[in-house]
């Protein structure tokens, strides 16, 4: 059984940074589809970072682009989402996604992941 766990959610002040880490337990990153999600009560889900299944690429939507980094460690199963210059409109509940058949930047449109992981708080606030 394929299960993701998230950490390094918190509470930062505008213009701080987070690193999240996302771990796979029962499955390897390789050729896996894996992501960032994120969403707010009432608002729906936002893809934001993503590594496509296949040949890889790496996918951002444009509201943190030049800001987040997504980042992996195939050895240790891991994920990593750097979050930079944070503002208060990035306030979410955080989830790492997992899916073997999201290619190319249907990993950041289509979230139709198969696996998700329990979600970290983000809180930017002054």
């Known amino acids: 059984q394929v299960q993701l766990v998230e950490s390094g959610g918190g509470v930062v002040q505008p213009g701080g940074s987070l690193k999240l880490s996302c771990v796979v337990f029962g499955s390897t990153l390789d050729h896996n589809a894996i992501g960032w999600v994120r969403q707010a009560p009432g608002k729906e889900r936002e893809g934001i970072a993503c590594?496509?299944?296949?040949?890889?690429?790496?996918n951002y939507a444009d509201s943190v682009k030049g800001r987040f980094t997504i980042t992996r460690d195939d050895a240790r199963n891991t994920v990593y989402l750097q979050m930079n210059s944070l503002n208060v409109g990035d306030t979410d509940v955080y989830y790492c996604?997992?899916?073997?058949?999201?290619?190319?930047?249907?990993?950041?449109?289509?979230?139709?992941?198969?696996?998700w992981g329990q979600g970290t708080q983000v809180t930017v606030s002054s």
């Open positions: 590594f496509s299944a296949g040949p890889t690429s790496v």
């Open positions: 996604a997992a899916d073997r058949g999201l290619y190319g930047s249907s990993c950041l449109q289509d979230l139709r992941y198969d696996y």
